[in-house]
């Protein structure tokens, strides 16, 4: 059964970090485009961090970058997303998202991933 699964998700304070994890089951996430969208209350879920199949090219929002790095750990299945220096607005429920057939860039559009995984709850407040 093709399956991803999100976690790290948490309370933090402002400023301060998490780290998801997207780990799937079922196919070889390694090989597999990733992207990080994320769906805040009353908006539209946006596109935040992407890594290409071969993890040469990576994507951000422009809200993060600089503050979130997107990694693959290889032979776990799993894909992180490091999310530094949080901020109220970074509140969201986050999803990871893979592609089905090897892609040379990434995208942050959420149309162009087959899998999805349930999301993971990120709360900054203090």
């Known amino acids: 059964q093709l399956r991803l699964v999100e976690s790290g998700g948490g309370l933090v304070q402002p400023g301060g970090s998490l780290r998801l994890s997207c780990e799937a089951s079922?196919?070889?996430?390694?090989?597999?485009?990733v992207g990080w969208f994320r769906q805040a209350p009353g908006k539209e879920r946006e596109g935040v961090a992407c890594i290409s199949s071969s993890g040469g090219n990576t994507g951000y929002q422009g809200s993060v970058e600089g503050r979130f790095t997107i990694s693959r750990e290889y032979g776990k299945n799993t894909v992180h997303l490091e999310m530094n220096s949080l901020k109220p607005e970074d509140t969201a429920v986050y999803y990871c998202?893979?592609?089905?057939?090897?892609?040379?860039?990434?995208?942050?559009?959420?149309?162009?991933?087959?899998?999805w995984g349930q999301g993971t709850q990120v709360r900054v407040s203090s």
């Open positions: 079922g196919f070889t996430l390694d090989v597999s485009a």
């Open positions: 998202a893979a592609a089905r057939e090897f892609r040379h860039m990434c995208a942050l559009v959420a149309g162009t991933y087959d899998y």
